[in-house]
Each structure stands twice: as structure tokens, then as C-alpha cells.
């Protein structure tokens, strides 16, 4: 059984950064592509980007790309998001999801990291 | 580019709600569908327009039509009240997401 574990809700001040892992079981993880999506309350989901699980390499979207570091861990199966410079616009719940095969989708969806960046 | 969806739709139970996403991108990339109910993370529904990942009833189909792509549930049902967003890919391996629409089931 696929499973997609994320750690838990984060309190952050602004300026700080904050690092989300993203943990699979149950399928070959260097094979996918880890994606990011963050939604802040009551808003739509927001696409922050994706590192390939099996070569490291990433893309990000143009809105994080300045502050945002995707990385990974094989032999944990476990991918890392960090965001830093962190505002109260960045206040949201963030998503991790795995694209097991090109143009099939997100397909597997972690449970949600809720960042909170407040004074 | 951007994804653009209907905020709401309003259906009652055993009829047919379709809800649409326009960008000028749909032309030439899939669409993609997600289901995401309060407090839960989204779940696929449809990809490459039309297709059904396992699992997901037959009454949710998808389709397109140029820069235009619909969903449409057909006989809803009480528990397919939730918000909708469609999902693209831009030229330069970049994703968006649409707008989202809440479906309401009367």
C-alpha cells in the first residue's frame, strides 16, 4: 500500500526558514518526481515545483525559486522542501506528491504541513 | 499562464454537474482533475483529460475541447460535495493549478 507521510505543523518567525520531509513507503521512490504545492487558507493550490527523486535534479517555479531548496534522501525515501525568508504570506498548508510516471499525474498525496510564520 | 474556473456549482443529487477550466495552454498539454474535500490533501480523478486512475467512480469523466476542458459528474451523489481543481503544464516543465470550484450538492 502506497503511503506518503509528511512531518508535522511548524510555528515560524518571519525572516526564518522552515524544511518539510516528505516520506514514502510502499512503492520504488528514486523513480518519481516529488512535487510541491502549498494553500494558504482558503486559496487555491499553488505548484512550488518538483525534484526528480532518482537524480536529484529540480525545477522550481519562478515564485520560489529565490528561496526555496528541494533535496532528497534515497536510502530514507524521503524528500525535503525548505523555504526560507519566510513571511506571513507563506502562512499555508504544504503539500508533497508524487508523479510516478510523466503525464499521469499527481497521483499519491502526502497528508498536508501546516506552516504558521508569525510574529 | 493562468487556469480559470467557475467559483461554484450548485447541483442536486442524481443530476449532472460540469465544471469547466479555460486557459489558452489546455491547446496543446493535459488537463488534470483533483478532488479535495475540507481538511483532506487532493486526490486524482482525472489525467490526461479523460483517463481514470483506479479507484474513481464512473461517473466522473472529463473531456476537452480546445482551450477548454470540462469535468462532469454525472448522477452526483452526497459525498462528491467538495472543491474541484483542474491541473496543467506549461512549455517550460512548469505546473498551474486552476481557480477551484466548489460543488455544492443541494
Known amino acids: 500500500q502506497v503511503q506518503i507521510v509528511q512531518s508535522g505543523a511548524e510555528v515560524r518567525k518571519p525572516g526564518a526558514s522552515v524544511k518539510v520531509s516528505c516520506k514514502a513507503s510502499g512503492h520504488t521512490f528514486p523513480r518519481y518526481a516529488v512535487h510541491w504545492v502549498r494553500q494558504a487558507p482558503g486559496q487555491s493550490l499553488e505548484w512550488m515545483g518538483y525534484?526528480?527523486?532518482?537524480?536529484?535534479?529540480?525545477k522550481y517555479s519562478q515564485e520560489f525559486q529565490a528561496r526555496v531548496t528541494f533535496t532528497r534522501d534515497t536510502s530514507a525515501s524521503t524528500a525535503y522542501m525548505e523555504l526560507g525568508s519566510l513571511t506571513s504570506k507563506d502562512t499555508a498548508v504544504y503539500y508533497c506528491?508524487?508523479?510516478?510516471?510523466?503525464?499521469?499525474?499527481?497521483?499519491?498525496w502526502g497528508q498536508g504541513t501546516l506552516v504558521i510564520v508569525s510574529s | 499562464y493562468d487556469l480559470t474556473q467557475p467559483p461554484s456549482v450548485s447541483v442536486s443529487p442524481g443530476q449532472t454537474a460540469r465544471i469547466t477550466c479555460s486557459g489558452d495552454g489546455l491547446v496543446n498539454q493535459y488537463a488534470y482533475w483533483y478532488q479535495q474535500k475540507p481538511g483532506q490533501a487532493p486526490v486524482l480523478i482525472i489525467y490526461k483529460d479523460k483517463e481514470r486512475p483506479s479507484g474513481i467512480p464512473k461517473r466522473f469523466s472529463g473531456s476537452s475541447s480546445g482551450t477548454t476542458v470540462t469535468l462532469t459528474i454525472s448522477g452526483v451523489q452526497a459525498e462528491d460535495e467538495a472543491d474541484y481543481y483542474c491541473?496543467?503544464?506549461?512549455?517550460?516543465?512548469?505546473?498551474?493549478f486552476g481557480t477551484g470550484t466548489k460543488v455544492t450538492v443541494l
Open positions: 525534484v526528480n527523486a532518482g537524480t536529484g535534479n529540480t
Open positions: 491541473q496543467s503544464a506549461d512549455t517550460d516543465g512548469s505546473y498551474v
Open positions: 506528491a508524487t508523479e510516478r510516471q510523466h503525464d499521469y499525474g499527481f497521483d499519491y
